[in-house]
């Protein structure tokens, strides 16, 4: 049980800046669902209701998980581990197929997208493993024991196919195994067979759906009223908006419906042309600032555990986010990651404010404070 008084250690920023960008998102899935629904919000059916429906259920979240011991998780990591191989595992056998690739469960009228609810209990049962073998982390079994728990749910994710959340996987594995002082050999010689065996793992496991997305991305041309129409259509909202944008609800791509998933893969696209490159700074800056708070909380963890969870929740919002606005700007190939807070997905948006409730969780305890 907590004190009272250790409130005080809580970091109001880390709810403020996350209830800042949903309403962000709120306001672009407003203009980017006008095409959908021209007669305005009139019921809970409205994607932007829905969105801050989620936020709100989001902030009631945050207070709970801060209220838990997040050490508690610690005891319970096989469990998390196994609901997670769960979910994936059963995306590909009874899950719903959208645009190519088994994502979502459907349970009691509910549709949820199982790799966002497995992205933070990896982060949880990872920080675990690598924290309780500290004295321990410089030897390579324990090196490959951290790669092994990834690298089922990366496989299961791939599966689906699903190339933008395996990276993700892959890029916390490799900031946690980092902070958590692995050496650095294993790390390069790891990678090094990574780059290595990268052409052939394009040949052998990659289908030809993701092939073929690929090839559209490096030449959209070659398919601009299929494959390559999203990415054309992205280029041209983002490169259009200029400096101030083309003004709110008044994007051309946007309103005339151009973009496939707007409210979604492609919100970035709807805020590069209709707020331009100030809203887009406005976004970064947001995201810094909620950044620099993960870290900030990482720093005053009382524990490895606390600390690596931390790292974890940081590496997976960031990359997130560069994945999402790669896509958009045709930096990377197409693929099907939300922007966190601000594209319109409830799976998505819940568990990310899981996620700052278990930021506020390790400050809440950083300074032992109990009873």
Same mark, same amino acid.
């Given at each position: ?5 250790? $409130? ?31 007669? @305005? ?17 989001? +902030? ?13 998780? @610690? ?14 595992? %059963? ?17 009691? %009228? ?13 982060? $949880? ?59 650095? &050999? ?39 009223? @299929?494959? %390559? ?21 008044? %994007? ?37 600032? +909620? ?28 990359? &997130? ?51």
């Amino acid at each position: 049980m907590i004190q009272w008084r250790a $409130v005080r250690h809580l970091d109001p920023w880390i709810v403020l800046i996350g209830l800042a960008l949903a309403g962000f998102g709120a306001l672009l899935i407003y203009s980017a669902s006008r095409t959908s629904y021209p007669e @305005g919000i009139q019921g809970l059916s409205h994607p932007t209701v829905r969105h801050l429906t989620f936020a709100a259920m989001g +902030l009631l979240v945050i207070g709970l998980v801060a209220w838990l011991d997040y050490r508690s998780l @610690g005891q319970v990591t096989p469990t998390l581990y196994a609901v997670a191989l769960v979910l994936l595992a %059963g995306v590909l056998v009874v899950g719903t197929s959208v645009y190519g690739a088994k994502r979502w469960l459907n349970f009691a %009228g509910l549709s949820i997208q199982a790799s966002e609810v497995a992205k933070l209990l990896v982060i $949880v049962v990872l920080a675990k493993y690598l924290a309780d073998r500290q004295r321990e982390i410089r030897q390579l079994r324990t090196f490959l024991g951290s790669l092994a728990i990834v690298a089922v749910p990366t496989a299961l994710v791939f599966a689906e196919p699903d190339l933008g959340t395996a990276m993700i996987f892959g890029a916390v594995w490799l900031g946690m195994v980092v902070v958590a002082g692995v050496r650095p &050999q294993h790390i390069l010689a790891f990678l090094a067979t990574l780059t290595l065996s990268t052409p052939f793992v394009v040949v052998a496991l990659m289908g030809d759906y993701q092939r073929e997305r690929i090839a559209t991305f490096l030449n959209p041309a070659l398919d601009p009223l @299929g494959g %390559g129409f999203s990415i054309i259509q992205a280029e041209i909202s983002v490169g259009s908006g200029g400096p101030f944008g083309r003004g709110f609800t008044e %994007g051309t791509q946007t309103q005339l419906d151009y973009l496939q998933t707007p409210t979604r893969d492609y919100i970035f696209s709807v805020l590069g042309e209709e707020l331009g490159l100030v809203g887009a700074l406005l976004l970064f800056a947001l995201f810094a600032f +909620l950044l620099f708070r993960g870290l900030r909380t990482a720093a005053l963890a009382r524990d490895p555990f606390g600390r690596l969870i931390a790292t974890g929740i940081v590496i997976w919002i960031l990359f &997130q986010v560069f994945i999402n606005v790669g896509v958009n700007i045709r930096l990377l190939p197409v693929t099907g990651i939300p922007l966190p807070f601000i594209s319109e997905g409830g799976s998505s948006i819940l568990m990310l404010f899981v996620a700052l409730g278990l930021l506020e969780s390790i400050l809440l305890r950083h300074k032992q404070i109990e009873f």
